[in-house]
């Protein structure tokens, strides 16, 4: 059984450009949520997509946006880069309002995307 | 602002050695803390999690201790083994969310 798989696992964007990436959740899992980690600090959350739709955001500007598919899949989307944009974006999926159980949240291993 | 602080940022044990890592939590509402692990090029993985109606839980050689009155909580790694190496971001998720706020994180080596 698959778990979280996100594409690609690294990209190079100039500033200024724009860029998608995207997240196919574990099996039986229905909401996908997105994380930035930049180096050397925790995930920082950016928004949580659950029946297609945006259901909790983080602090972030809008520039990030998302997309949830009918297959749970996601995209996440990010416009005009900025160097500071320069991070791991992970994706995490869960079963709606179960991240507080045992299992907590599934997370892929992550998009490096480096903004020079 | 950051909701959760974790320290030390890097720790370094010998193999055998007892592990603790500490977290401190602002808001009161947070009621449900797990400690993640991530090793180099994975993301995070749930290890243990603990609720403030218990002041501690174990599960292996891993402990987690919690002090409801001073908004604290720790990871305890009993007889630390080199496969402990990783980063351990502590965490904090309150009822009826789904988003949860990681600390900075902590990157552990156990010497062989």
């Known amino acids: 059984d698959a778990g979280v798989t996100q594409s690609p696992t690294h990209l190079i964007k100039t500033r200024g450009q724009q860029v998608t990436l995207r997240c196919s959740p574990k099996?039986?899992?229905?909401?996908v949520s997105w994380y930035q980690q930049a180096l050397g600090q925790g995930p920082q959350f950016i928004f949580q997509?659950?029946?297609?739709?945006?259901?909790q955001r983080g602090n972030f500007p809008d520039r990030f946006s998302g997309h949830q598919f009918p297959n749970y899949s996601s995209e996440l989307n990010v416009n005009a880069l900025l160097l500071g944009d320069s991070a791991l974006y992970l994706c995490?999926?869960?079963?709606?309002?179960?991240?507080?159980?045992?299992?907590?949240?599934?997370f892929g291993s992550g998009t490096r995307l480096t903004v020079v | 602002q950051q909701q959760v602080k974790q320290s030390p940022q890097s720790l370094i044990v010998q193999k055998g050695g007892i592990s603790i890592i500490n977290c401190a939590y602002e808001?009161?509402?947070?009621?449900?803390f797990p400690w993640y692990q991530q090793f180099p090029g994975k993301g995070p993985a749930l290890l243990i999690a603990?609720?403030?109606?218990?002041s501690e839980k174990k599960e292996g050689r891993f402990t987690i201790s919690f002090n409801k009155s001073a908004k604290q909580f720790s990871l305890h790694i009993m007889d630390s083994q080199p496969g402990d190496s990783a980063t351990y971001f502590c965490a904090s998720n309150m009822n009826r969310d789904d988003k949860i706020i990681f600390g900075k994180g902590t990157r552990l080596h156990i010497l062989p």
């Open positions: 808001n009161t509402a947070f009621d449900y």
């Open positions: 995490a999926s869960s079963l709606v309002g179960t991240v507080r159980a045992n299992y907590g949240y599934t």
């Open positions: 099996s039986g899992h229905d909401t």
């Open positions: 997509y659950y029946e297609e739709e945006e259901r």
């Open positions: 603990i609720r403030p109606d218990v």
